[in-house]
């Protein structure tokens, strides 16, 4: 069975994801950390997450851009002490790019920055999520109460729209959340 979190991160909107992204870059330039630009930061993962060995020539075909975009990205990350050059001893004409200890602590604090900001944007998304659950067993409870014999899916789906449109939501319930309730 799929959990809250994979659930809630299936169906992100577009809103969220762009407000997740904002969030993390944000924390990222307000932090005691180098202001990289997405090329760079796109470089230094490649180098750490995609097995080595890394060129400028592998680089600059992986990233689809010129070796002299590569080299300008490299020295400043190298300036940071985020990555090392060295030629390669088997090929002179090549320069093998490695990783730091340095890169290696500035990339896991990154990550944990993103996993923060995405727990903040889940827990936002749960609490959202029971809010509108509770509308809907209000909802369905003042039903029965006014002597509603039936309260069907259709009426159910009713109130989901209704409790959507309160809080401007793009949420997708779980299907097992759907209220179907007949009373005896």
């Known amino acids: ?31 005691d950390v180098p202001d990289l630009s997405a090329r760079q930061v796109a470089i230094l993962m490649t180098v750490y997450l995609r097995p080595a060995p890394h ?9 689809n851009v010129t070796k002299a975009v590569i080299t300008r990205a490299l020295n400043t990350l190298g300036q940071h002490g985020f990555v090392t050059r060295a030629r390669d001893p088997r090929d002179k004409r090549s320069v093998l790019i490695a990783r730091t200890g340095r890169g290696s602590s500035y990339l896991v604090n990154f990550a944990d920055m993103v ?7 889940l827990s936002l998304e749960l609490k959202a999520q029971s809010a509108i659950e ?12 006014a002597g509603a014999e039936k309260v069907t899916a259709s009426s159910s789906t009713s109130h ?12 997708a319930l779980q299907p097992e959340k759907r209220l179907a309730v007949e009373l005896g």
Do not use: F
Request: aromatic share 2%; proline share 1%; net charge negative.
């Open 160 to 171: 989901l729209a209704k409790a959507c449109g309160l809080l401007g939501g793009e949420l």
């Open 55 to 63: 060129t400028v020539r592998s680089l600059a075909a992986h990233l």
């Open 115 to 121: 996993r923060a900001q995405t727990k903040q944007h």
């Open 1 to 31: 069975m799929p959990s809250a979190h994979n659930h809630a991160m299936s169906h992100i909107s577009r809103s969220d994801a762009l407000e997740l992204w904002y969030d993390v870059t944000l924390e990222s330039v307000r932090g």
């Open 134 to 145: 509770a509308q809907i067993e209000a909802e369905v409870e003042a039903e029965v109460e």
